[in-house]
T-cell receptor, first 114, second 117 residues
Framework: AQSVTQLDSQVPVFEEAPVELRCNYSSSVSVYLFWYVQYPNQGLQLLLKYLSGSTLVKGINGFEAEFNKSQTSFHLRKPSVHISDTAEYFCAVSRKDSNYQLIWGAGTKLIIKP | DTGVSQDPRHKITKRGQNVTFRCDPISEHNRLYWYRQTLGQGPEFLTYFQNEAQLEKSRLLSDRFSAERPKGSFSTLEIQRTEQGDSAMYLC???????????????FGPGTRLTVL
């Protein structure tokens, strides 16, 4: 079975400061890795994904994440946050098989302080 | 707008009543997923369809829950004899089926928020 742990339920950060949202996973099989964002009263939107290849992946809105197989981590980073980044961020994994159901972390609320 | 749509967006019901939610996927997406999200948690997988066939159901999906996708297009999720523990956001997602081993992104709808009083 797979599981995803997001270590911080909330991360407060000042505007224009860098941020890292942490995600660790466990799985006995190979997985794909994802970060989704959920803005208030909106649906989930894919930020970025790791399928294979380069372990540093770039996504939308200036976010990037690095896959670390030895540490089973997939932390999300942004060098300078904006007030519009206020949202909840979810890390998810999917088995590399035919159904691609997503297994989710509990989410991290990113709170931008002016 | 050609994204995934869900109806209704909000539903308030009394315990014991039946409710039905609808999901319209992106046109020509042959995979459709249902997830449930409770407050402070990430979504949990409930079930998924490939065309009209329901291929997998989570153990979370009790006998009171039933999902259909009769013509391989829209899907409905029905909850019978609702309980307060059913209060949650119900999310629908769709994706296109690619070649075996090729991942295709799931696109999510805005969700239906259910409150059981």
């Amino acid at each position: 079975a797979q599981s995803v742990t997001q270590l911080d339920s909330q991360v407060p950060v000042f505007e224009e400061a860098p941020v890292e949202l942490r995600c660790n996973y466990s799985s006995s099989v190979s997985v794909y890795l994802f970060w989704y964002v959920q803005y208030p009263n909106q649906g989930l939107q894919l930020l970025l994904k790791y399928l294979s290849g380069s372990t540093l992946v770039k996504g939308i809105n200036g976010f990037e994440a690095e896959f670390n197989k030895s540490q089973t981590s997939f932390h999300l980073r942004k060098p300078s946050v904006h007030i519009s980044d206020t949202a909840e961020y979810f890390c998810a994994v999917s088995r590399k098989d035919s159904n691609y159901q997503l297994i989710w972390g509990a989410g991290t609320k990113l709170i931008i302080k002016p | 707008d050609t994204g995934v749509s869900q109806d209704p967006r909000h539903k308030i019901t009394k315990r014991g009543q039946n409710v039905t939610f609808r999901c319209d996927p992106i046109s020509e997406h042959n995979r459709l997923y249902w997830y449930r999200q409770t407050l402070g948690q990430g979504p949990e997988f409930l079930t998924y369809f490939q065309n009209e066939a329901q291929l997998e159901k989570s153990r979370l999906l009790s006998d009171r829950f039933s999902a259909e996708r009769p013509k391989g297009s829209f899907s409905t999720l029905e909850i019978q004899r609702t309980e307060q523990g059913d209060s949650a956001m119900y999310l629908c997602a769709s994706s296109a089926l690619g070649r075996t081993g090729v991942y295709n992104e799931q696109f999510f709808g805005p969700g239906t928020r259910l409150t059981v009083l």
